[in-house]
């Protein structure tokens, strides 16, 4: 049974309890990071909560017996001008404390900036683990609003540290008046605790922990309803309906899941209700029999009901602070749970790569399968891409051509084997250093919400050189489509975002990509099937002219179409993970194996489509 309960508390391996004290602590050192300020809402809250919460009940107390004793009007004015000097300088000086509240906000706005920034650094694999994207979301969902993240925390604290001076001046008060009366109220609020802290717990464990995968889902269907690129597929298809209904089943998981949380809380509310009327009953009954037998005055008759009543508030109030700063806690614990996870983003080790006028790869006996994964993607691969060399990667989708390209970039660490950078195992190397050896197209292009210029550079305007960004549209193809734009590189993307901004087509978008790789002139080009949304003859057309701009750098070129294949050295052909064929375009021509017989089959199409356009055109 205990193997049970610690196999389902542990079900995420990426999920940490750090414990309510080290959250504390990790909160107060990030906002002292962050700003100092809020020590003055500390301070003065903690001065302030005692005299603003029990200081009528002493002027009631001090007013009737003033009155029963036949004390002066004089010295009743006196003492009411007295005491409310005293609440408004309270209240002034609690109104300036709260107005520091919005340095919390700050704080969690920054620890959401910390939590994007970490998901951008991430290994890429990571990025496919479905147990840290449910990381990544619970992590979301614990800074998106004031009572969540460090603001929440901090407000939590604050909070409790305003109690204390409460509960502190109540004891005082009333151990004067009867023991067990406290003893009574503080078990009761102890019950209280006890009673709201498990079910926060239990609703926690069995309610919303388990809608992490649920958000995915709705945040997916949310996006996909409003991208403007699957309006074309819902409107054409008709699948508004369908989706629809997934919002539907969606909703009604989430309905479901609230319902379950109203009624375990109903079921709680209960209980905390019979236990504080108890609790009523007993400091009602003890105050009007000790007046009734003459050992209790008027006046202190007023000052310990309101005070009893104040110091079960409060005590309840300090129990259930201290069951949100666990509740609190526990999502803080999602927090940093995603910010301690070693996923890669943290290794900034290694050695820098060395600028040299060449770099030869070397796939040694490389194998890989994708985490979690049985089979392998890649099996066995040997081969080497030598400086200068043009290499094109070819085979049927499902190959492991982008598996091949995904380690050469490293993306992915090697499973088995190892891959050399000039003889160096390339784990060696910084990852950021790495990577800047590298100009990449991929087939899927993300648009950014930026100038043009400013998507090819993939810089900040102060480190684009936009001349530079002009000759790289104009060199990938895209001359026509800049002599349209207005603004020309200036022209803001993405039309969601800007109300002159402009969309590109597919077809664009693959030519932006390779401008983006001729802009960052590295020395090894990596092209995985970025024109796939061409056709053929104009991606044959723009591999050629691609290639001559790229003069003698080192080229790796992907595709399950052949046009790439005649002017590189060497041609690598995939299948079911391995390299089944490799050589140059002519002797796997010569040896009519699968390669010879997948390029006749293009070019017998390609053939038979120009003779029938030359028919059509007669």
């Known amino acids: 049974m205990k193997k049970n309960k610690e196999k389902e508390k542990n079900t995420n391996p990426y999920h940490k309890e750090y414990g309510v004290f080290s959250n504390s602590i990790h909160a107060l050192k990030s906002m002292l990071n962050y700003s100092h300020r809020f020590i003055p809402v500390i301070i003065i809250s903690i001065i302030c909560a005692p005299i603003m919460q029990y200081l009528w009940s002493f002027i009631s107390k001090f007013v009737i017996d003033m009155i029963t004793s036949g004390q002066s009007v004089t010295a009743l004015a006196l003492l009411m001008g007295g005491f409310t000097v005293i609440q408004i300088t309270a209240t002034m000086l609690n109104l300036y404390g709260n107005s520091f509240f919005h340095v919390y906000i700050g704080a969690r706005f920054r620890q959401m900036g910390l939590k994007n920034r970490k998901i951008m650094s991430v290994d890429y694999g990571y990025l496919e683990d479905k147990d840290f994207m449910d990381c990544y979301q619970k992590a979301g969902n614990a800074c998106n609003n004031n009572n969540n993240g460090i603001e929440g925390m901090m407000r939590g604290i604050v909070r409790l540290l305003t109690l204390i001076p409460i509960i502190a001046v109540g004891i005082a008060i009333l151990g004067t008046?009867?023991?067990?009366?406290?003893?009574?109220?503080?078990?009761?609020?102890?019950?209280?605790?006890?009673?709201?802290?498990?079910?926060?717990?239990?609703?926690k464990k069995k309610v919303w922990d388990p809608l992490a995968p649920w958000w995915r889902r709705h945040n997916y269907l949310s996006y996909t309803t409003s991208d403007f690129e699957a309006a074309k597929d819902i409107r054409m298809f008709g699948i508004a309906d369908w989706l629809t209904e997934k919002f539907k089943v969606l909703n009604k998981e989430r309905y479901a899941a609230q319902k379950k949380n109203s009624r375990i809380w109903a079921v709680s509310a209960v209980i905390n209700a019979v236990l504080w009327a108890g609790v009523q009953a007993a400091v009602y009954a003890w105050l009007l029999y000790s007046v009734v037998t003459g050992s209790m005055t008027i006046g202190n008759f007023t000052l310990y009901l309101a005070s009893s009543m104040t110091f079960f508030d409060y005590t309840n109030q300090l129990l259930t602070a201290v069951s949100d700063l666990l509740a609190r806690s526990r999502e803080y614990d999602d927090f940093r749970s995603f910010m301690d996870a070693d996923c890669g983003d943290k290794d900034d080790s290694g050695i820098d790569v060395p600028q040299c006028d060449s770099y030869e790869f070397t796939f040694r006996n490389v194998s890989f399968k994708y985490p979690k994964a049985e089979k392998y993607a890649l099996k066995n691969v040997n081969i080497t891409l030598n400086a200068g060399e043009r290499l094109a990667v070819v085979g049927l989708n499902g190959a492991g051509k982008s598996t091949f390209i995904k380690l050469l970039l490293r993306l992915y660490e090697v499973t088995e084997g190892e891959?050399?950078?000039?003889?160096?195992?390339?784990?060696?190397?910084?990852?950021?250093?790495?990577?800047?050896?590298?100009?990449?197209?991929?087939?899927?292009?993300?648009?950014?919400?930026?100038?043009?210029?400013?998507?090819?550079?993939?810089?900040?305007?102060?480190?684009s050189d936009k001349e530079k960004a002009r000759q790289c549209v104009i060199d990938s193809g895209l001359e026509n489509k800049l002599s349209e734009l207005e603004k020309g590189m200036d022209t803001e993307i993405l039309k969601i975002v800007y109300d002159d901004g402009v969309d590109l087509s597919g077809g664009e978008k693959q030519k932006l990509a390779l401008a983006r790789a001729l802009y960052k002139n590295a020395p090894v080009v990596v092209l995985d099937e970025p024109t796939a949304a061409l056709d053929a003859l104009a991606e044959s057309k723009l591999y050629g002219d691609f290639d001559k701009l790229i003069g003698n750098k080192t080229a790796v070129y992907i595709s399950h179409r052949l046009s790439?294949?005649?002017?590189?050295?060497?041609?690598?052909?995939?299948?079911?993970?391995?390299?089944?064929?490799?050589?140059?375009?002519?002797?796997?021509?010569?040896?009519?194996?699968?390669?010879?017989?997948?390029?006749?089959v293009q070019a017998q199409y390609y053939i038979d489509n120009n003779e029938s356009e030359v028919a059509v055109n007669a």
């Open 419 to 463: 891959i050399l950078l000039n003889g160096v195992n390339i784990k060696q190397y910084n990852k950021h250093s790495y990577y800047k050896i590298f100009s990449p197209a991929f087939q899927e292009v993300e648009l950014f919400a930026f100038p043009l210029y400013m998507n090819v550079s993939m810089s900040s305007a102060d480190k």
């Open 564 to 600: 790439s294949t005649q002017f590189c050295d060497k041609v690598a052909m995939f299948k079911d993970g391995g390299i089944v064929e490799y050589g140059t375009h002519s002797e796997l021509m010569d040896k009519g194996g699968e390669y010879a017989d997948m390029f006749n």
């Open 177 to 203: 008046m009867n023991i067990f009366i406290m003893l009574a109220i503080l078990v009761c609020s102890v019950l209280q605790f006890v009673v709201s802290n498990k079910t926060n717990a239990y609703c």
